[in-house]
C-alpha cells in the first residue's frame, strides 16, 4: 500500500514564518510511514536544511499546485486571491466558513475542482474542542505590539509605529518590549504603567496576554484581567476608555456579540485608551464585537490610526491576523505538537473522527454556496 504524501507548502502572505510542520513533527509522521514533500522558504522560520536532515524532501517553492492529486496540501494562511479551481485536500485556515469577505470566490473554487478544505479552525474532538489552535501565543504576540505601540505613541504621537522587526526568539521580543515599556513609563508617563484591560483573559489567548504583559514588567495590579463574568451584562463597557490599553481575546464563534467598544463610547469625554489590539482580527465578520476598524494591519505596517471623536489621546489601532509570527519558531513548535495526533490519522480521514468531521462541516458550508458557485 502506496503511504500517504503530505506536502508542505510556502506560505505567500507577507512575513508569515510559521509551519504548520515543524522538523520534529516531520522526522515523527516519516517515522510513522508518511512521505513528506517540503517546499522550499526563505521566510519560512525553520530553515530548509532542518527539514531534509530529518528525511524529508525539499522541493520547488509553489510546486503544490501541479502535485498528484492524491497528495495532501499542508499550509496554515489562505491561499493568494487566484481563480483557478482546487482539486487537493487542504489543510488550512481558510477564513471562509463565517461568510467573511471573500468567501463565496474562495470556498467555491474547492467546490469547482473537487477538492476539499480541512479548515484548522474547524478540527474537533468528539466534544467539540478544537485539537491544535495558535490562541495563546497570538495573545502573547498582540499584547507585545500593543505595548510596543502604547510606547511608541507616547514618545510619538504623530508618527506611526514602525516596521516590527524579525525577531529570532521568544525571549528577544520580551526583551525588546520590556527596553521599550520601562522607557516610556520613566520618560513620558510619570513612572505609571500601563492600565492594560483584557477581555477574554481566562482563555489560552487571553493568559497569553497575561503573561506577556507580566514578562515585560506590568505589575498585576495593572493588568485587568476580563471574563465572561465582567461582559455578561453587555457592551459597550466605558471602563475600557478608562484604560491605557485594551487587547480583545476573545475568539469570534459565529454568535451575536455585544460590541465591547464602540466609537460612540470611545467619543466620551474623559477616555485614556490610547492603543487598542483586536487578536480576533475578523472586522469583516458580522459580529465583530470591536467595530472601531475596517483595515487589517501587518508587521511592516502594525497600526491604524482610528477617528474618534472626544477630548482623549490619539488612539492606535493594532488589526494583524497572523500575530503568532512575532513568535514563529516557539508558535509553529507548540501548534505543530498538538496537531500531530490528529495528521498521524490522516491516513484514515474518510473514517469517523476528526477529518470526517471537519469534511462534514465543509460540505455544510459548500451548500451555503450560491448554486451557481458550487
Known amino acids: 500500500m502506496a503511504s500517504t504524501v503530505l506536502h508542505l507548502r510556502s506560505e505567500t502572505k507577507l512575513l508569515e514564518r510559521r509551519s504548520a510542520l515543524t522538523p520534529s513533527t516531520t522526522k ?3 517515522e510513522a510511514g508518511y512521505t513528506v514533500n517540503v517546499e522550499r522558504s526563505s521566510e ?7 527539514f531534509e536532515a530529518v528525511g524529508a524532501t525539499l522541493v520547488p517553492e509553489g510546486s503544490w499546485v501541479n502535485t498528484p492529486k492524491d497528495h495532501i496540501i499542508v ?26 469577505a471573500n468567501w463565496v470566490p474562495y470556498l467555491s473554487r474547492f467546490a469547482r475542482g473537487g477538492g476539499t478544505l480541512y479548515d484548522i479552525e474547524f478540527l474537533t474532538d468528539p466534544s467539540g474542542k478544537r485539537v491544535a489552535a495558535f490562541g495563546y501565543y497570538a495573545g502573547y504576540a498582540g499584547a507585545a505590539i500593543a505595548l510596543l505601540a502604547w510606547a511608541h505613541q507616547l514618545a510619538h504621537p504623530e508618527i506611526p509605529l514602525p516596521s516590527i522587526p524579525k525577531y529570532p526568539s521568544q525571549s528577544a521580543v520580551v526583551h525588546s518590549v520590556k527596553t521599550a515599556v520601562s522607557s516610556a513609563i520613566f520618560n ?7 492600565r492594560v484591560l483584557i477581555v477574554g483573559a481566562l482563555g489560552r489567548c487571553g493568559s497569553g496576554a497575561v503573561d506577556l504583559c507580566a514578562a515585560a514588567g506590568i505589575p498585576s495590579s495593572s493588568i485587568l484581567k476580563w471574563d465572561m463574568a465582567e461582559t455578561a451584562p453587555g457592551g459597550p463597557f466605558l471602563e475600557i476608555a478608562s484604560a491605557d490599553i485594551f487587547i480583545n481575546c476573545v475568539y469570534l464563534a459565529g454568535t451575536p456579540t455585544p460590541p465591547f467598544v464602540t466609537l460612540e463610547s470611545l467619543s466620551k469625554s474623559g477616555r485614556q485608551l490610547r492603543v487598542a489590539c483586536d ?6 465578520d458580522p459580529h465583530n464585537p470591536v467595530p472601531i476598524y475596517h483595515e487589517i494591519t501587518s508587521f511592516p ?20 491576523d497572523h500575530l ?4 514563529a519558531r516557539e508558535a509553529s513548535n507548540a501548534f505543530s505538537e498538538l496537531l500531530l495526533p490528529s495528521l498521524k490519522v490522516l491516513n484514515r480521514r474518510n473514517e ?11 460540505k455544510e458550508k459548500v451548500s451555503e454556496l450560491p448554486v451557481e458557485n458550487r
Open 352 to 362: 469517523e473522527g476528526v477529518w470526517a468531521r471537519a469534511e462534514k462541516v465543509f
Open 301 to 320: 505596517n502594525p497600526t491604524v490610526r482610528v477617528k474618534v471623536d472626544g477630548d482623549g489621546p490619539p488612539l492606535t489601532m493594532v488589526s494583524i
Open 188 to 194: 513620558y508617563n510619570a513612572n505609571k504603567p500601563p
Open 44 to 50: 519560512r522560520i525553520f530553515d530548509d536544511e532542518e
Open 28 to 30: 515523527a509522521l516519516l
Open 75 to 100: 499550509g496554515l494562511k489562505e491561499l493568494s486571491a487566484d481563480d483557478f479551481p482546487l482539486h487537493h485536500a487542504h489543510i488550512q485556515f481558510g477564513h471562509c466558513y463565517k461568510q467573511q
Open 324 to 327: 503568532p509570527s512575532l513568535v
Open 279 to 284: 487578536v480576533s482580527c475578523d472586522p469583516t
